[in-house]
């Protein structure tokens, strides 16, 4: 049984539903597909009385019950608390948070409903896991209720430093809630451990080697599980759309050239200025290349009513509109930019027919769109994978072209080293990361994790290992 703020059809019925629900949605949805799963959370509707929809049976095999959000608290939760509080400082930008009392009221309040909702649903011997940041008081509501069932969270984000956190004025509350789970799951190894200072330097608390922990009067555990994709159902689907009208238009569009590509929800910390800003620079410093290549940034929208992201769209319009102003000619277009998402299927074609794919966060849970390029490449023929050192993704595919996003002149000649890198050099990298791709599939994330969690609810259990 899953829990989280988004829910996602097995058969997403617009294109906007494929390409902004995020990593949270596509891994859960390949996860609850092998299991039959019940998987519970916002219905993505508004309304003054809000109701509850289903059980229902999808295609892929799970049911999905969701509920409806009041504007009020649409407001307070959801883009209030969670996206303009919760989220900013979870990626290390605690300046960005805005912070409101009545917006903390709101987020437990929704904590509150969405328990309340879920419980007549609930079986004695279900397993419960709780996805991300929306929810973080949701397991000590469950046991305030008398809840006994093992309790499981993931947090998709990545997990800041101890004193980062502690900018949230309820951070110590959040922190009480969330280790009534019994078992806490991490995306790196470095969020375990920002998580485990703060457990130590904050709530006083103590760590184990075995990772056992012990905070707010709570024994709890906390590991690390890689979220992942299913790499081999993706190079299937990419090998069957590489032709699409899609793809066709595209290769049409840059003029046969080498295609750099990004992919991303239009959100602030996935560093799409800098990584403009990069290519502008790799324009400058490498006539030559000037058309032979084109950058396309796909960026589907996302909270787009939310301050700072209707400043990143303004400022991506600027810099996009600045660089083709500058280096456009008759015949040749330097960079598009496509403010909309795609469907799953096209973007798996897309992805494979990219020179490179330019993956460069400014802070990312994990980024499931690098590993969707590397399963979309061809063999014989693979493009290259830039990488920003800050997205969890890299701490496992270290065989990509690791960058530091803010400094562009290192991008843009990175850039220059992934266009021009032979094809003896392109494969040898493509098969270390398919290597840790294929060994840390989405199956193992959720397998290893409910493993974990039924270690860590069973007081009488061996530690996992690994
Ligand atoms: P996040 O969870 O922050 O959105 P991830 O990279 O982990 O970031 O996951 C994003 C998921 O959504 C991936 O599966 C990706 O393919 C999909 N996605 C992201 N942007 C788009 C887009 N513009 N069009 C279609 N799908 C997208
Ligand atoms: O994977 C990270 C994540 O933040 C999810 O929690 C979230 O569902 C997704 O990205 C997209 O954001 P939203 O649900 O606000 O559209």
Not at 48 to 61: D, K, N, V, Y
Not at 311 to 340: K, V
């Amino acid at each position: 049984m899953v829990i989280s703020n988004r829910v996602a059809r097995a058969d997403p019925r617009t294109t906007e539903d494929a390409g902004a629900s995020g990593g949270l949605a596509v891994a859960v949805r390949e996860a609850l597909s092998e299991t039959a799963g019940l998987w519970f959370g916002w219905s993505g509707q508004l309304s003054e009385t809000p109701a509850l929809h289903g059980p229902e049976m999808q295609p892929g095999g799970y049911r999905i019950a969701t509920v409806d959000l009041t504007p009020a608290d649409h407001r307070g939760y959801y883009n209030g608390y969670a996206n303009e509080a919760l989220w900013p400082v979870l990626h290390s930008a605690p300046h960005l948070m805005h912070h409101d009392a009545d917006r903390y009221t709101a987020y437990r309040s929704v904590n509150r409903q969405f328990v309340d909702r879920l419980l007549p649903l609930l079986h004695p011997d279900d397993m419960i896991w709780i996805h991300d940041y929306h929810l973080l008081p949701a397991a000590e509501e469950l046991r305030r209720r008398g809840l006994r069932n093992p309790i499981g969270f993931f947090l998709h984000t990545p997990f800041p430093a101890a004193d980062a956190f502690a900018a949230l004025p309820e951070h110590r509350a959040l922190v009480e809630g969330l280790v009534h789970a019994d078992l806490i799951g991490f995306q790196t190894a470095s969020d375990l451990r920002a998580f485990q200072d703060y457990i130590r330097w904050e709530a006083g608390g103590s760590v184990s080697m075995d990772g056992r922990m012990e905070a707010f009067g709570r024994h709890f555990r906390a590991s690390v599980f890689p979220i992942s994709i299913d790499p081999a159902a993706f190079a299937l689907t990419a090998e069957r759309n590489a032709d699409s009208d899609y793809c066709l238009k595209l290769a049409r569009g840059t003029g046969r050239g080498a295609l750099l590509l990004g992919v991303d929800r239009l959100d602030y910390t996935k560093g799409l200025p800098h990584r403009m800003l990069a290519y502008e620079r790799l324009l400058e410093l490498q006539p030559d290349l000037r058309r032979r290549m084109a950058f396309v940034q796909i960026a589907s929208q996302s909270r787009s009513k939310l301050p700072e992201y209707v400043a990143i769209r303004r400022e991506l319009e600027e810099i996009s509109g600045r660089i083709n102003g500058r280096f456009s000619e008759p015949d040749w277009t330097p960079l598009r930019y496509i403010n909309r998402g795609i469907p799953r299927e096209t973007l798996a074609g897309v992805l494979r027919m990219a020179r490179m794919a330019v993956v460069t966060p400014l802070h990312d849970g994990m980024n499931l769109v690098a590993k969707e390029y590397v399963a979309a490449q061809n063999p014989e023929d693979p493009g290259v994978l830039m990488l920003s050192r800050f997205a969890g993704a890299a701490q496992e595919l270290d065989a990509a072209l690791i960058v530091n996003p803010l400094d562009h002149d290192e991008t843009a000649r990175r850039m220059h080293q992934g266009l021009t890198m032979s094809l003896e050099e392109r494969r040898e990298r493509w098969e270390a990361m398919m290597a840790v791709l294929s060994a840390n599939d989405v199956s193992r994330w959720w397998r290893s994790f409910v493993r974990a969690l039924a270690d860590a609810a069973n007081p009488t259990a061996q530690p996992p290992t690994g």
